[in-house]
């Protein structure tokens, strides 16, 4: 299984929703990651899980909540959220840097098409 | 910080002429840069990535990039389009960011990307 998989790939909600994205992986990748993209914009990094624990929150607001339950797999709570957070969120993992082929390429899913009402 | 820029945000190329995509990067020590594409509504797909060795790196879908030191640039290249090739593509550097809570952790830079139109 080379996939990385996420669900749904369409979600409306209200801005007074509680809901959930889901990433999950079976490569045995180490490290996972949430990227939020508008369109025709470039990714930006929103969380990196390393070994199941957060490394890395860019600053992203508390609306947004991450979960590692395991290695495999990946959730992105969403409350309370506004319409400007209407994005592509994509989830993206890799190989721990020191297994074959770990040099830091990132594995992406086709995304979280995400609309706030 | 590492950074890549794209300059073009889009290149016109007419279909079976040579096309290229140009990136150049900023970065402290030696470089890990990567090209992804992106299709409309769909996720990135990795093409090809320079870690070290052969300037000259071969990929995905008959693509390939140059890695040139001297002018800090990783351009993509195509000896030949496809009208299929139209999509949007993204340069990528390998960086190290700050932790939360001990460790290193790294993740991918994106370029601004470039929209690459094949026209038949």
């Known amino acids: 299984d080379t996939e990385v998989t996420q669900t749904p790939k369409h979600l409306v909600m209200g801005m007074t929703n509680k809901k959930s994205l889901k990433c999950e992986q079976h490569m045995g990748h180490r490290a996972m990651y949430w990227y939020k993209q508008k369109a025709k914009k470039p990714p930006e990094l929103m969380f990196v899980?390393?070994?199941?624990?957060?490394?890395i929150n860019e600053s992203v607001p508390s609306r947004f909540s991450p979960e590692c339950p395991n290695s495999s797999l990946l959730n992105l709570h969403l409350h309370a959220l506004q319409p400007e957070d209407s994005a592509l969120y994509l989830c993206?993992?890799?190989?721990?840097?020191?297994?074959?082929?770990?040099?830091?390429?990132?594995?992406f899913g086709e995304g979280s098409r995400l609309t706030v009402l | 910080a590492q950074s890549v820029a794209q300059p073009e945000d889009q290149v016109n190329v007419a279909e079976g002429n040579p096309l290229t995509v140009k990136c150049t990067y900023s970065?402290?020590?030696?470089?890990?840069l990567f090209w992804y594409v992106q299709y409309p509504n769909r996720g990135l797909q990795f093409l090809l990535k320079y870690i070290t060795g052969d300037n000259l790196v071969k990929g995905s879908y008959g693509f390939e990039a140059e890695f040139n030191k001297s002018q800090t640039s990783f351009h993509l290249k195509k000896p030949s389009a496809l009208v299929s090739d139209s999509a949007l593509y993204f340069c990528?550097?390998?960086?190290?960011?700050?932790?939360?809570?001990?460790?290193?952790?790294?993740?991918?830079?994106f370029g601004k990307g470039t929209h690459l139109i094949i026209q038949p």
């Open positions: 993206a993992s890799r190989p721990g840097l020191a297994d074959p082929g770990g040099t830091g390429e990132l594995f």
């Open positions: 899980y390393s070994y199941e624990k957060l490394s």
């Open positions: 990528a550097v390998r960086e190290y960011w700050g932790v939360l809570s001990g460790g290193g952790a790294d993740g991918l830079t």
């Open positions: 970065v402290s020590g030696n470089p890990y």
